[in-house]
């Protein structure tokens, strides 16, 4: 669950996977997908876990950064099987130890986790992905829950805000931590994907139905090496929270998959 793997909100991104678009069975997303923000260096190394990665037929493509980052959802824990086991970020996970997995932010981003059932709250570093089942937002390691008041019920309504990620430096001779700084990435080119066909024919017709509603569409090509794929998306402005709001209508309309990109 875990080992598989739009900054001021949350910008994560799923898959969308049309009736006939073949993505599905994809096993991995190609590097040309490794980071989806165009103003990064080209030679930026991008490390193993901010991939985009696959978890049962979602794309998810981790956040550059955490800053103003906040969420509200459900809570759970983990424990059992994945203790002792290897986390995303090659630590081994400790149960009774306090971590956190979260499926986009970054690895060790440092987190507010407010229980808003009781009130607790306590400070909490990501080293693992997940969780991956609907609707939550947050795993937590068992210690984690039992300080924040839901080890026996499983589960808790909590908001979770970053408070930065931390970076080892070194500064005359002596290592220190620090919170690392950021570029703006509010701010870009940004589109809605709504589709994604290996029969071009198909993307175009879709592309035509959307141009034809008054919405600029375009077709980019991915090309995963074993097959091409015709990616439909629809422009939705240049900043993140003009994506966000197109991306809610077009979910809730006829492409509940639909999800930001940016070129």
């Not at 995303?88 to 499926?103: P, V």
């Not at 290996?198 to 592309?207: E, I, Q, S």
């Amino acid at each position: 669950m875990k080992h598989l793997l739009n900054s001021g909100t949350a910008l994560l991104i799923v898959a969308t996977l049309l009736s006939g678009c073949g993505e599905l069975k994809a096993p991995q997303i190609s590097s040309t997908d490794q980071y989806p923000y165009k103003d990064m260096p080209q030679k930026t190394v991008v490390p193993p876990t901010q991939k985009p990665y696959r978890i049962k037929g979602r794309t998810y493509y981790p956040l550059p950064s955490s800053e103003g980052f906040r969420e509200t959802g459900i809570a759970s824990w983990y424990g059992g099987y994945f203790h002792g086991r290897k986390t995303s970020n090659g630590e081994t996970y400790d149960m009774n130890g306090i971590s956190a997995a979260h499926k986009t932010l970054p690895m060790n981003t440092y987190l507010l986790v407010e229980n808003l059932e009781n009130g607790r709250e306590m400070t909490v570093r990501v080293n693992d992905r997940g969780p991956f089942h609907k609707g939550r937002i947050i795993d937590m390691s068992r210690t984690g829950a039992d300080k924040l008041g839901f080890l026996n019920k499983g589960t808790a309504r909590v908001r979770i805000t970053a408070l930065g990620e931390a970076a080892t430096y070194r500064e005359a001779g002596t290592t220190v931590k620090k919170f690392k700084d950021h570029p703006d990435f509010q701010k870009g080119e940004f589109y809605v994907q709504i589709g994604s066909f290996v029969d071009k024919g198909n993307a175009g017709r879709l592309r035509d139905k959307m141009v034809a509603r008054g919405q600029k569409t375009v077709i980019q090509e991915f090309d995963r090496g074993d097959l091409l794929f015709f990616r439909v998306q629809v422009k939705a402005g240049t900043t993140l929270s003009e994506a966000e709001q197109i991306e809610k209508k077009l979910t809730r309309g006829e492409f509940p998959a639909a999800y930001v990109v940016a070129h």
